[in-house]
């Protein structure tokens, strides 16, 4: 009979083992981890009730990542990205080189961000309006068309 599937019972491993053991799994149906588990044991077992070690948390951004989640808080609108074209940076990352090349110019990361801001939002505004004309153009067209 299976265990119970609490994490405070067993850990994964020893409940697929003990599947293993009372044969409600066959063995070609085992996970494929279940023989890299074995083959590599953990140092300590993952157990649900294991002490954590009091190590402190390194921090792990980079410059561009409080740049990039200062950039998002502050955008009400990012346009979306198609993932399937490589070419085309994100929104955030025509941002990103906007700030980098600015900053190369100032000191100070705040006029800095400002500026890189404003440089975005006059760009975008630009990009709305030409698709706009380009939609009223195209809807010109077809209408005198039909």
Request: charged residues 35%; without cysteine.
């Amino acid at each position: 009979m299976a265990q119970s599937r609490l994490e405070k019972i067993g850990t994964i491993y020893t409940r697929i083992a003990s599947l293993l053991k009372g044969k409600a799994i066959k063995e070609e149906d085992a996970p494929l981890w279940l023989v890299v588990y074995e083959a590599f044991p953990p140092k300590y077992e993952p157990r649900f009730d294991r002490r954590l070690p009091k190590k402190p948390v390194t921090p792990i951004f980079y410059e561009e990542d409080l740049i990039r989640s200062r950039f998002h808080k502050d955008q009400k609108f990012i346009p979306t990205t198609n993932l399937a074209n490589e070419n085309v940076k994100s929104a955030t990352q025509n941002f990103l080189s906007m700030y980098q090349t600015i900053k190369k110019e100032e000191l100070l990361e705040d006029k800095t961000y400002e500026r890189a801001m404003e440089q975005y939002v006059s760009e975008m505004e630009i990009k709305m309006e030409s698709r706009k004309e380009n939609e009223s153009s195209s809807d010109s067209a077809r209408s005198s068309s039909a």
